[in-house]
């Protein structure tokens, strides 16, 4: 069974431009959630999508923003990218509607804002 | 407000030594999970065990070894006889069902960096 995919696995981008992250969950899993990484602010969470709909929002601006397909590969999207913006962000798929089961993370993407 | 906290930042330790993380939690809720995860070099973050608040039974996994208490509200996870591949940042999670909406937001501790030395 494949795992979670994530593409790019590595990306830089200039401040000011928009950026496009992709993630694959585990076949069958109908949850998707982002996390962004820094070192000063750990893991913090940034949204969840269930069957193409956003179940849950963290606390970042509007700039970021997320999808998900009928499928449910899920998309995020940063505009108007900061330097504060890099991180290396991690997708997590999970098969059922609740909290109820672990959450099965890609190798993330790594993005470098300069 | 839901908070996990690791106090300990970088642990070292020598080969087959065993070793203890700490993790420690605050919730308003009365139903929530708590989790362990490994974060190796390679970044993605690898599951090691679940527990929800209503079953507090320790648990074993080969070394690893978890104890759940509520009283204190620590979810403390043990590698005994610690090797070389242990080495890695160690996060501890929890998440908390919020009705009327179930969601999989999980809140993480800052980590903890254990060193096996060989």
């Known amino acids: 069974k494949a795992g979670v995919t994530q593409t790019p696995r590595y990306l830089i981008k200039t401040r000011g431009q928009q950026v496009t992250l992709s993630c694959s969950p585990i076949?069958?899993?109908?949850?998707v959630s982002w996390y962004q990484q820094t070192p000063g602010q750990g893991l913090q969470f940034l949204f969840e999508?269930?069957?193409?709909?956003?179940?849950n929002k963290g606390n970042f601006p509007g700039r970021f923003s997320g999808r998900q397909f009928s499928n449910s590969r899920s998309e995020m999207n940063v505009s108007t990218l900061e330097l504060g913006d890099s991180a290396l962000y991690l997708c997590?798929?999970?098969?059922?509607?609740?909290?109820?089961?672990?959450?099965?993370f890609g190798q993330g993407t790594r993005l470098t804002v300069v | 407000a839901q908070k996990v906290t690791q106090a300990q930042t970088e642990i070292s330790v020598v080969e087959k030594e065993d070793v203890t993380l700490d993790c420690v939690y605050e919730?308003?809720?009365?139903?929530?999970?708590l989790f362990w995860y490994k974060q190796p070099p390679s970044g993605e973050l690898v599951f090691l065990i679940r527990?929800?608040?209503?079953?507090?039974q320790n648990e074993i996994s080969g070394r690893y070894s978890w104890n759940f208490q509520k009283s204190t509200s620590s979810f403390n996870f043990t590698i005994t006889a610690s090797q070389v591949v242990d080495s890695a940042v160690y996060f501890c999670?929890?998440?908390?069902?919020?009705?009327?909406?179930?969601?999989?937001?999980?809140?993480f501790g800052a980590g903890t960096r254990l060193t096996v030395k060989p």
């Open positions: 999670a929890l998440s908390a069902l919020t009705h009327p909406r179930n969601n999989n937001d999980m809140r």
């Open positions: 527990r929800n608040s209503f079953d507090e």
């Open positions: 076949s069958g899993h109908r949850s």
């Open positions: 997590a798929s999970s098969s059922y509607a609740t909290g109820d089961t672990e959450a099965f």
């Open positions: 999508y269930f069957s193409e709909t956003q179940r």
């Open positions: 919730t308003r809720d009365t139903t929530y999970y």
